[in-house]
């Protein structure tokens, strides 16, 4: 599987972005999606992730702001971020792992999220 991942770009505070993960290669319907973030100087973060059957998860500070979704049809999964906050900032990656998998083993490049105060 391979990842592409697009949509980032400056957006002001209290703005929206919406974030898209294009998949190639087959049974993209059987692979848990995962965004993660990094800023500047931070670790590593995990946002959300998206199981095969629909199950959601959230980084606590994203709920209710964030919503993670899979388009099985297209091979894409999106997240659709409101309510932007200048900790926000980073860049986002989407990750693919494999129904029973802990390990993604798949990773897009990343898209730069730039929320400005």
């Known amino acids: 599987v391979q990842l592409q991942a697009s949509g980032g770009g400056l957006v002001q505070a209290g703005g929206s972005l919406r974030l898209s993960c294009t998949a190639s290669?087959?049974?993209?319907?059987?692979?848990?999606i995962g965004w993660f973030r990094q800023a500047p100087g931070k670790e590593h973060e995990f946002v959300a992730h998206?199981?095969?059957?629909?199950?959601?998860y959230y980084l606590d500070s994203v709920k209710g702001r964030f919503t993670i979704s899979r388009d099985n049809a297209k091979n894409t999964a999106s997240l659709q971020m409101n309510s932007l906050k200048p900790e926000d900032t980073a860049v986002y990656y989407c990750?693919?792992?494999?129904?029973?998998?802990?390990?993604?083993?798949?990773w897009g490049q990343g898209t730069l999220v730039t929320v400005s105060s």
């Open positions: 290669g087959r049974f993209f319907s059987s692979y848990g």
């Open positions: 990750a693919a792992r494999s129904t029973g998998s802990v390990e993604y083993a798949y």
């Open positions: 998206i199981r095969s059957g629909g199950s959601t």
